[in-house]
Nanobody
Framework: VHLVESGGGSVQPGGSLRLSCAAS????????MRWFRQRPGSRDNEREL???????????NYADSVKGRFTISRDNDKNMLYLQMNGLKFEDTAVYFC???????????WGQGTQVTVSS
């Protein structure tokens, strides 16, 4: 399993970013996928689940903290996961991670993360 995030950067409050996650090494279309974030100073086990999406894209869920501002999507033909982030706030500053929980081997797989910084 290989997950590679991209698209992070620095943005002013109210701005937008689109994160991407390139997936390989597994059958992407078989699995639900998730985006987490880890705020500065927090531990790995304190990562916040912010959005997830069904393997088919049929449903999505969002944390209250991002609902209405972020949109998760996927392209199963390209093995890509996305997170469109609008209306960014200071508190959205974090490292964002693409995640697969493989319910066959019961393991979590993570990308290396991409930094998002919201500052004026």
């Amino acid at each position: 399993v290989h997950l590679v995030e991209s698209g992070g950067g620095s943005v002013q409050p109210g701005g937008s970013l689109r994160l991407s996650c390139a997936a390989s090494g597994f059958t992407f279309s078989y699995f639900n996928m998730r985006w987490f974030r880890q705020r500065p100073g927090s531990r790995d086990n304190e990562r916040e689940l912010i959005a997830d999406i069904a393997n088919s894209g049929a449903w999505t869920n969002y944390a209250d903290s991002v609902k209405g501002r972020f949109t998760i999507s996927r392209d199963n033909d390209k093995n890509m996961l996305y997170l469109q982030m609008n209306g960014l706030k200071f508190e959205d500053t974090a490292v964002y991670f693409c995640n697969l929980f493989n319910n066959i081997d019961m393991k979590d797989y993570w990308g290396q993360g991409t930094q998002v910084t919201v500052s004026s």
